[in-house]
């Protein structure tokens, strides 16, 4: 029996140096641009960019193969903290400037047919099958995606209720010339 014990034990031993070895020759090498791209980004994994989530999209970004105003739920602010972390002049003519938006579901329209709780990404909507569904405001990105798949049109994308921390001063109107 004691072995026993010492096989495995010695056998343990080599095979975790071994493991130690490979993981420290074969390390691959992370990108550190895109690692802050990757924190500037919402981070919910949406998909309104055309990337399956929010890491593809920072490779992307940082390797120049996509603007830094693809980011729907981001919006302004994020496309002009892209475009000053990468250097590159960015256009954001076609960047909606609107405040944050969050789902809302009336609930006389909701049916409870969970398409809204498939779509989303954040697990941000609480129902069941048949049941009438609810938004967490604290989860939901404002991305959308629930609302699209509606069949009753029953969620609404609103403005987000101010509070002291998310509260902004609104831009002054530009006056007729």
Known sequence: MLAAILTLTTLGLALGGLLGLAAHHLKVEDDPVVEQVAALLPGSQCGQCGYPGCAPAAAAIAAGEAAVSCCPPGGR????????????????????????RLAHIDEARCVGCTKCLKRCPTDAILGANNMIHAVFPEACTGCGLCAAVCPTEGIEMRPERPTPQTWYWPRPEVAAR
């Open 77 to 100: 602010a994020l496309a002009e903290a892209l475009a000053e972390l990468l250097g590159v002049e960015a256009d954001l003519s076609a960047v909606d400037d609107q405040p944050p």
